[in-house]
């Protein structure tokens, strides 16, 4: 009898420190993670969610990489509609003095040839807009200005017939691929007829002007009210164009703080249900420090009473 019971707490002994030792693992592994705020910093330990996991985070990354991308082509339409907003305004100066030269007693006053000079000149700065160094109406040729303005804007080869003489950019267009299968193209070059008929109307003009030639005066004035309602058509252009971007971010945002979620689930600790678990294991952890207290106190003597 006597083994017997030495054989039987000696069981019991053993079982309670194992149990000690794995709720106090246990307790550990809670405590990390409450402290950490993840539930493991091992693969192998997501047992079963691993694919999950990598699934999510690279399509999280893929997210962030296209809001990113749209970011930028976001900021370089909002740069091109601020010079085109510009342009317009130097386009309606031109086409102001056009009139106001061809009204006869303002003719030797206005310094016809020397102001509409100057506005083709800005004309031309606007069409050089570049952020970081990379000109927003070259096409792809980014590194170049479009618009040649040295020594002077050049002219077109013939007077009355708009070309790109001026442009030295590229004849191919910026893409930009803001979600998959979906590919937009930055299309305003400043080789657009828009910019054609400006330019030409405004040399058109100081031609008209120093021939006293009312007929060159009136085809300008025609030329560039067409060069201008393109102008505008574009500005609405490029504002779909950035409304359109937007959209397509704000969709790529919110399905990426969704997956962000999803993943949190699984890797982020559950602060409160974890708390909760370290509450329950130190109440059995407590109860087994009183158990292994009881058994080492325990004596022959005792189980003979």
Known sequence: MTIISRISTYGLHQKTIGDFNSVQSHLANLQNQISSGFKTDRFQDLIGEVEQFVDLEGEIKKLQNYETTNAEGISRYRTQRVAIEEMIQVGDQIEDLMTLRRNGANEDKIAFAQQMRGYITTFARELNTNIGGRYLFAGTRTNVQPVITEPSVP???????????????SKENVILRPRSGLDIEFKTRADDEAFQKIVTAAWLSIEGDGEDDDDKLVQAVDMIQQGLDRLISIQADVDGEILNLENINERHESLRLYLTGVSEEIIKTDILTASTQVAIDQTILSASFQAFARINSLNLVDYLR
Do not use: A, H, L
């Open 155 to 169: 002219k077109p080869v013939t007077s009355t017939i708009p070309d790109d003489s001026f442009y030295q950019g």
